[in-house]
Nanobody, 128 residues
Framework: QDHLVESGGGLVQAGGSLKLSCAAS????????MGWFRQAPGKEREFVAY????????SYADSVKGRFTISRDNAKDTLYLPMISLKAEEAAVYYC?????????????????????WGRGTRVTVSS
């Protein structure tokens, strides 16, 4: 069973915007901290953003601060990532992930090992 399903990816011109969604099922969504990661071809997976279980506190990779905004709707079991001013180098497969407990620190939040569930990803292509 896919507990997390991403959507909203697609082709956009550099400078454009997209809004990603991640729909959760089969888990108590509000009990999980939620993160977004991305992986470009030939590159390591990298952390993008995180939101704590009950919302509120968020964390971002420095490269996306001010342009990406993570949010969640616990009533709809859905995580969002509106992205603006996209850059060509941000083309990647974007994944959402669910952490059963809020990671205790930056390292745990960003290395991906703290997450119990991952989606299959949605591809974002940015044309320059």
């Amino acid at each position: 069973q896919d507990h997390l399903v991403e959507s909203g990816g697609g082709l956009v011109q550099a400078g454009g915007s997209l809004k990603l969604s991640c729909a959760a099922s089969g888990i108590t969504f509000s009990n999980y901290g939620m993160g977004w990661f991305r992986q470009a071809p030939g590159k390591e997976r990298e952390f993008v953003a995180y939101m704590r279980r009950l919302g509120g506190n968020t964390s971002y990779a420095d490269s996306v601060k001010g342009r990406f905004t993570i949010s969640r709707d616990n009533a709809k079991d859905t995580l969002y990532l509106p992205m603006i001013s996209l850059k060509a180098e941000e083309a990647a497969v974007y994944y959402c992930a669910a952490a059963p407990r809020d990671p205790p620190g930056d390292c745990e939040r960003e290395n991906g090992h703290h997450y119990a569930y991952w989606g299959r990803g949605t591809r974002v292509t940015v044309s320059s």
